[in-house]
């Protein structure tokens, strides 16, 4: 099975520029030495698809920021979409999930945005995690994320707000039900009772 390494699939800003382009900076800029507030304690963790999560801390390596994050949609695709890109024996049975997720940074140190993706996992209808995708560039897959050519070590400062897309592998016989964005330190998706949760609608996510 495919290796836990997560694709690097591209990120656009909201106003369709590159993400590099990071959006208007804030009326008073984070020096990044103040410590961002904590959520409150009762904030929901459950969300539906489209909607946006309360303010909640973000830990990536050292960096540490309060942010809102929104699943905006899951693009599912087919099976042999994935041919020429692995080897038959890693997507048995498998087919491309594509999840898209805007992310708005309130306060905090800058972020590494390219490692947002990194910590989310897609469940399907009957309880199975997605497989990370075993790659480095981005899969030239029709619905897919975009390939934006986005710099991977670029940061996202206060004030702005990218759409970060990650492509993670499911069973092709089952559709996805739950993304859970763990919020953790590291770069790796981890189980989490504190993980956000966005419900998906088959009708609504899947393409």
Same mark, same amino acid.
């Given at each position: 099975?495919?290796?836990?390494?997560?694709?690097?699939?591209?990120?656009?800003?909201?106003?369709?520029?590159?993400?590099?382009?990071?959006?208007?900076?804030?009326?008073?800029?984070?020096?990044?030495?103040?410590?961002?507030?904590?959520?409150?304690?009762?904030?929901?963790?459950?969300?539906?698809?489209?909607?946006?999560?309360?303010?909640?801390?973000?830990?990536?390596?050292?960096?540490?920021?309060?942010?809102?994050?929104?699943?905006?949609?899951?693009?599912?695709?087919?099976?042999?979409?994935?041919?020429?890109?692995?080897?038959?024996?890693?997507?048995?049975?498998?087919?491309?999930?594509?999840?898209?997720?805007?992310?708005?940074?309130?306060?905090? @140190? &800058? =972020?590494?945005?390219?490692?947002? %993706? #990194?910590?989310? /996992?897609?469940? !399907?209808?009957?309880?199975?995690?997605?497989?990370?995708?075993?790659?480095?560039?981005?899969?030239?897959?029709?619905?897919?994320?975009?390939?934006?050519?986005? @710099? &991977? =070590?670029?940061?996202?400062?206060? %004030? #702005?707000?990218? /759409?970060?897309? !990650?492509?993670?592998?499911?069973?092709?016989?089952?559709?996805?039900?739950?993304?859970?964005?763990?919020?953790?330190?590291?770069?790796?998706?981890?189980?989490? @009772?504190?993980?956000?949760?966005?419900?998906?609608?088959?009708?609504?996510?899947?393409?």
């Amino acid at each position: 099975m495919l290796a836990s390494l997560l694709a690097a699939c591209g990120s656009t800003d909201t106003s369709g520029d590159s993400a590099h382009e990071t959006g208007p900076e804030p009326a008073q800029q984070n020096t990044g030495n103040e410590t961002p507030s904590q959520p409150a304690e009762d904030q929901t963790l459950t969300y539906m698809l489209g909607e946006t999560s309360d303010p909640v801390a973000y830990k990536v390596d050292e960096a540490q920021a309060m942010v809102e994050l929104t699943v905006e949609r899951v693009e599912v695709g087919q099976h042999d979409q994935l041919e020429g890109f692995f080897d038959p024996e890693d997507i048995a049975d498998l087919r491309p999930a594509s999840v898209h997720v805007r992310v708005r940074h309130l306060s905090g @140190d &800058p =972020l590494p945005y390219s490692y947002i %993706g #990194a910590t989310l /996992t897609v469940f !399907t209808a009957d309880g199975e995690p997605a497989t990370p995708v075993l790659s480095v560039t981005a899969l030239d897959l029709e619905g897919g994320c975009p390939e934006d050519g986005a @710099d &991977p =070590l670029a940061e996202l400062p206060v %004030g #702005a707000e990218i /759409t970060q897309c !990650t492509t993670l592998l499911i069973s092709d016989v089952s559709q996805p039900s739950e993304v859970d964005l763990y919020l953790g330190p590291g770069n790796t998706w981890v189980p989490n @009772d504190d993980n956000l949760h966005w419900t998906l609608d088959s009708q609504t996510s899947t393409a």
